[in-house]
Nanobody
């Protein structure tokens, strides 16, 4: 399994931008589908965004479409989530996830991913 470490989370104001990073160890990153999930206090972990191994295919939950962009640099073993126009509802712990399988759902589920990072906290104040 690939090891994942997220970073970049912090306290920001509504309307600000933030970029999260997820560095992967191991040789399987370039062939893995990758995703971002988030979990707000008292809520289930939910899908945010995902991409195929070469980012040719990207997927987003409706609430972040047009505001968030997922990307990856396979040479650096790094996944990114650019978050613009942040809202207080975006406050959550953000998790990076990896799957050795190709994604087939437009809204991937947690069970589609086998490796997870520890998360990075994003707080958006109003």
């Amino acid at each position: 399994q690939v090891q994942l470490v997220e970073s970049g989370g912090r306290l920001v104001q509504a309307g600000d931008s933030l970029r999260l990073s997820c560095v992967a160890s191991g040789s399987t990153f370039s062939g893995s589908s990758m995703g971002w999930f988030r979990q707000a206090p008292g809520k289930e972990r939910e899908f945010v965004a995902a991409c195929s191994w070469n980012a040719a295919n990207t997927y987003y939950t409706d609430s972040v479409k047009g505001r968030f962009t997922i990307s990856r640099d396979n040479a650096k073993n790094t996944l990114y989530l650019q978050m613009d126009s942040l809202k207080p509802d975006d406050t959550a712990v953000y998790y990076c996830a990896a799957s050795v399988l190709a994604l087939w759902r437009s809204q991937p589920k947690r069970t589609d991913f086998g490796s997870w990072g520890q998360g990075t906290q994003v707080i958006v104040s109003s």
